[in-house]
């Protein structure tokens, strides 16, 4: 007997089969603009492959079975010794892998090295935010290391490596290594001046033991650690090793996996240390000056991240409202519907250029861009990383209940969108970083302000909104109770300078009517009448042109 009741119409395909980096019009824009003009087409194939790669219906199984098939902690073995292992699905292990081998762990060591690899990063964070997390860690160990060459001269060919080797190995016996860090513990949290993990001098010169513990450690299965320890001269970073040079373990007791709101193909872990060798990075009492600039190339990880997921959610919408008809026609020809896409559109595209523009300053390297990050990351992570819920649940809508259902994929990404901006120190961490730089390091506000000024005279909502920030900066007396909004208004008038020079009309001008004009409601889907909608919704969607 037939069960058919009823033929399937009106419903959305599946986005799958589609180059996730040609068809992103902000990001391959960004990756132009910044790259050497005689390596772009090089770029563009090896960001087109990842892209084609991160589309596959294949790629997108395997984030969802990652996620689905939760890490799993093995404190013993079954005659009961101490092993301190974690067991993820396969299929995390092939997104990790294929992360390596696309160079996601390698910026340090190649022209436009970092562009390409933030492009790259943005592009396969698509498929899965979690396992990012020991990508990003690897990624951003480098400049630590490099405070000791013997250790930069160890580690980081390893760390650069396009061999992905998930074994607990010797360093030694390692053609490639993932970095994990560990600074946060349960008395301090962002105030790891707190922390109580100490250590001990070793006979050796500059090898140490560690007692304490660590309250969130992310990774745990990776092969070396950076880690924050009270030395006798004070807080001080140490590399703490998973696998001794002889091949033991060294003690890493992993106490238990948190169970997270989401993230949830990425094993975060509490820790204990008893005895644990370490290596110093650094001089004793340089802790957090040793591992500022991985915290630095962390932060910018979390702008990307977040930017990965607002892209990926406003693909799905448009995507969505391209093929759904309701009420005689395309829902993303409803004029309300346009107006609520649009400016879901503006807020991923602002995040996706103003995050390659600081990783093109990671690239260029001269004072002005040093002093540029040192203030632009900080305003760029706090604002980026707290958009991103917002745009994930308003994405979300767009798809009606099925935007609910878990097949769709979109409540992953809701799940994985308040995460950045806790990590790598949250909203308040990051505004106080801001008014310590405005207060204490002239040449990183006068790099911000260089940059604004590159955008003077071209479009007077923003010259307006300048002039406001300048009136709120020359007053930093008891600043810090409205220091949110002065970041905020740091961060709008910084994308809005990079919109105005480098993104069509229509892009810029919405912007500046609705984040910069004034004239913009608290809700999305709440731009002035008289922008372009349709040029905007045209450029997201998720089509290869």
Known sequence: ???????????????????????????????????????????????????????????????????????????????????????????????????????LTDAWSRPDGHLRRAAGFLVWSQTDAGHGCPVSMTHAAVPALRTDPALAAEWEPRLGSRVYEPRLLPPGEKTGALFGMGMTEKQGGSDVRANTTHAEPLAEEGTYTLTGHKWFCSAPMSDGFLVLAQAPGGLTCFLLPRVLPDGTRNVFAIQRLKDKLGNRSNASSEVEFSGTWARRVGDEGRGVATIIEMVAATRLDCSLGSAALMRQAVAQAVHHATHRSAFGGPLVDKPLMRNVLADLALESEAATTTALRLAAACDADTEQERHLR?????????????????????????????????????????????????????????????????????????????????????????????????????DLDAIETRARRVVERMALVLQGTLLVRFAPPAVADAFCASRLGGDWGATFGTLPAGLDLATIVDRARPIDR
């Open 1 to 103: 007997m037939s069960t058919l009741t009823h033929t399937v119409t009106n419903q959305a395909p599946p986005l799958v089969g589609h180059d996730v980096y040609r068809t992103d019009s902000a990001l391959t824009e960004a990756v132009a603009r910044h790259a050497d003009p005689a390596r772009l087409a090089e770029i563009t194939d090896e960001l087109s492959e990842l892209g084609r790669a991160a589309g596959s219906a294949q790629a997108q199984r395997w984030g969802e079975e990652a996620n689905t098939y939760s890490p799993v902690l093995r404190t013993h073995d079954r005659y009961g010794n101490r092993i301190d292992e974690v067991d993820f699905h396969p299929s995390y292990h092939r997104l990790l892998g294929h992360a390596v081998s696309a160079g």
């Open 374 to 474: 040192r203030l632009a990351v900080a305003v760029t992570k706090f604002w980026v990383t707290k958009r991103c819920p917002a745009v994930a649940a308003e994405a979300l809508e767009c798809l009606g209940g099925n935007g609910y259902v878990e097949e769709s994929g979109m409540p992953r990404i809701f799940r994985e969108s308040p995460l950045n901006s806790v990590w790598e120190g949250s909203g308040n961490v990051q505004a106080l970083d801001v008014l310590r730089v405005l207060q204490r390091e002239p040449l990183a506000l006068n790099a911000f302000l260089t940059e604004l000024g590159l955008a003077r005279g071209a479009d007077h909502r923003l010259d307006a909104a300048v002039k406001d920030l300048l009136t709120e900066l020359a």
